[in-house]
């Protein structure tokens, strides 16, 4: 018996079975096979501002996802200041969503301004809230950052730091390739839209490389 395999349009895999008998070969046999689910990929932004161009460009994202990837988006607005008081009588809603959210997710997807040479601090309230024990969902966690300015660096620097904060929590940042949108003003039309084709391609190769980092990690 000897077998081909063929993929239609829907990216559903068939294997083509061969038979082999007295009189000859028999007729080919479709066998489906199943496909790996897609990967499900949350998607958090580190601004709150409405016309935001990092949340710009996380939509972005969800556009050039490939196709074994779901990328859904998480709003941290709802989110309050941490307070360790708060948290000894549970997590209020809005945070256990949060910690749900990243501890179903097969990964993480960051994009954050660069405030004052760092990370803003609606993304690192969120992160302190997300890390507290017990079981804390950041943990064995594949991530991938990228981030948009008005300036010329394009976020290195709240990007490095961020990298920073998932140390201690043993969560896996992807370091290759690095998403760093500069003069985003140039970059985004008015309806918040990325058309400049270079970032789009930067995009699309991070999560690419999110993808593969992701299923390497899951066959540990």
Same mark, same amino acid.
């Given at each position: 018996?000897?077998?081909? #395999?063929?993929k239609?349009?829907?990216?559903?895999?068939?294997? @083509?079975?061969?038979?082999?008998?007295?009189?000859?070969?028999?007729?080919?046999?479709?066998? $489906?096979?199943?496909?790996? +689910?897609?990967?499900?990929?949350?998607?958090?932004?580190?601004?709150?501002? $409405?016309?935001?161009?990092?949340?710009?460009?996380?939509?972005?994202?969800?556009?050039?996802?490939?196709?074994?990837?779901?990328?859904?988006? !998480?709003?941290?607005?709802?989110?309050?200041?941490?307070?360790?008081?708060?948290?000894?009588?549970?997590y209020p809603?809005?945070?256990?969503? #949060?910690?749900?959210?990243?501890? +179903?997710?097969?990964?993480?997807?960051?994009?954050?301004?660069?405030?004052?040479?760092?990370?803003?601090?609606?993304?690192?309230? /969120?992160?302190?809230?997300?890390?507290?024990?017990?079981n804390?969902? !950041?943990?064995?966690?594949?991530?991938?950052?990228?981030?948009?300015?008005?300036? &010329?660096?394009?976020?290195?620097?709240?990007?490095?730091?961020?990298?920073?904060? #998932?140390?201690?929590?043993?969560? !896996?940042?992807?370091? $290759?390739?690095?998403? @760093?949108? /500069?003069?985003?003003?140039?970059? #985004?039309?008015e309806?918040?839209?990325? &058309?400049?084709? @270079?970032?789009?391609?930067?995009?699309?190769?991070?999560?690419? /490389?999110?993808?593969?980092?992701?299923?390497?990690?899951? &066959?540990?």
């Amino acid at each position: 018996m000897c077998e081909n #395999f063929n993929k239609d349009l829907r990216g559903t895999v068939y294997v @083509m079975k061969t038979l082999h008998s007295r009189s000859g070969q028999m007729p080919w046999i479709p066998r $489906k096979l199943t496909m790996a +689910s897609p990967l499900r990929i949350l998607g958090i932004s580190g601004s709150l501002r $409405k016309l935001s161009y990092n949340s710009a460009a996380l939509r972005a994202a969800q556009e050039l996802q490939p196709n074994d990837m779901s990328i859904e988006s !998480f709003d941290l607005t709802e989110i309050p200041l941490y307070s360790e008081d708060v948290r000894t009588h549970g997590y209020p809603p809005p945070v256990q969503a #949060f910690r749900d959210k990243i501890a +179903s997710a097969d990964g993480l997807l960051i994009v954050t301004p660069e405030y004052n040479y760092s990370f803003p601090g609606v993304l690192k309230n /969120a992160i302190d809230w997300a890390s507290r024990p017990p079981n804390q969902p !950041f943990d064995g966690k594949p991530i991938a950052m990228m981030g948009a300015s008005l300036g &010329t660096f394009g976020t290195a620097r709240a990007q490095y730091h961020l990298r920073q904060c #998932f140390v201690s929590v043993n969560a !896996f940042v992807l370091n $290759k390739p690095e998403v @760093m949108i /500069a003069q985003a003003g140039d970059k #985004f039309d008015e309806q918040g839209k990325l &058309t400049d084709r @270079m970032a789009r391609e930067q995009i699309q190769r991070l999560l690419i /490389a999110l993808a593969d980092w992701t299923r390497r990690l899951q &066959t540990r």
